[in-house]
């Protein structure tokens, strides 16, 4: 379960780039019922989505040549510099920074050595999102990769990240793998590795987040009706609950989740 305690490693934020700012709200705003709150005139586009006036994520514009639009996961760490030589050391590959937002903190995006995007926060102002694990926020998050060893190697070796595997849920083939921040019981497991076969990922392996919601076919419904499409679902998985895939209308995917009581 995801909190807001946001431990070495463990997922903290996170941020949608946008091709067309006012089409994301449009969409998100329909599906999630999120407010869109700007950052500011001097943040470039930038802003939080919100339920209750509380963030639980952001949306900015698309910043890096030739980028299509993505959900980043951002996960936290002390130390924004060492995290970076750390990765570096790992086979990771570094897209932006080490670099300050003003007094919020400091980040640096990031690329695993199988080509995954990411993003690491140090908190200064804002430690991270207001709100997880609730109808409308992030509750799980989850690396599509062709190569779950090697994600195993370098997260192990940069976040101290304890995984396990597992029969994958619903009686489906193969194995998935828990994530658990270093040190952290099996109650603060924050997401999962999911083998897939090469051809499955076109554009390479990729992270994309979980948002729970309170009926998983009524979020369907206006994800279609605003214009998303679904890549998957609704399906029900036992031990999980019930979800679908989806993407927004330029393409970002996202998990929508009604957990299982209990």
Known sequence: MLTTDFVFGSPCWLDLGAPDIDAAVAFYGAV????????????????????????????????????????????????????????????????????????????????????????????????????????????????????????????????????????????????YTLITPSGQGEDLMQGGFVQLPVEYLPEGPYWHPVFEVADCDAAVARLTSAGGNVQMGPDDVEGVGRLAVGTDPAGAEFVVLTPSAG
């Open 32 to 175: 999630f019922d999120w407010e869109h709150r700007s950052a500011g005139p001097d943040m470039g586009g930038y802003g939080f989505f919100q339920v209750g006036g509380r963030t639980v994520a952001a949306v900015g514009p698309l910043t890096e040549e030739g980028a299509r639009s993505a959900w980043t996961l951002y996960f936290s760490t002390s130390d924004a510099d060492s995290t970076v030589r750390s990765a570096e050391r790992s086979g990771g590959t570094v897209r932006v920074g080490p670099m300050e937002v003003g007094e919020e903190g400091r980040l640096a995006q990031l690329s695993d050595p199988q080509g995954a995007d990411f993003a690491i926060w140090q908190p200064g102002r804002i430690r991270g999102l207001d709100e997880v694990s609730r109808p409308g926020a992030l509750s799980w998050t989850e690396l599509c990769t062709s190569d779950v060893a090697g994600a195993k190697a370098f997260y192990g070796a940069l976040f101290g990240w304890q995984t396990s595997d597992v029969p994958m849920p619903g009686g489906n083939e193969g194995t």
